[in-house]
């Protein structure tokens, strides 16, 4: 005798160690249920705002000044990890090395405004 457990889609209960009902799981196959990648939010327009913002980058947003030897200008998004907030220009490594300490340094000093 099997343990059943419901479907994670609809609740229909199905043997275990299956997630998805006979149903669910065909649809899962021919993916209607792929996950949006990253990629999907960058858009061509993503990336024709970012390709404006890195050519006219003159000083970085966070620390101010320009890129050292070996590093580059980024796009940066001023709200981490949401793909609609503005970007401003940064250098490689302080894009990479902020993660949430940008939110919390933005929230005390005024927001910079966003250059498009």
């Known amino acids: 005798m099997s343990i059943l457990k419901p479907c994670i889609v609809c609740g229909t209960l199905v043997p275990k160690p299956a ?13 209607r249920y792929k996950r949006r990648g990253k990629r999907e939010h960058y858009d061509a327009e993503y990336r024709r705002k970012a390709a404006k ?50 939110r919390r340094k933005r929230e005390q000093e005024q927001k910079p405004k966003p250059l498009f």
């Open 19 to 31: 997630t998805r009902c006979e149903a669910h799981r065909l649809e899962q196959d021919n993916g």
């Open 53 to 102: 913002v890195r050519a006219t980058a003159i000083e970085c947003w966070i620390c101010g000044g320009s890129p050292q030897a070996g590093d580059v200008w980024t796009a940066d998004h001023v709200i981490p990890g949401d793909p609609d907030s503005p970007l401003l220009p940064a250098c490689r490594s302080c894009n990479a090395r902020r993660g949430d300490a940008g």
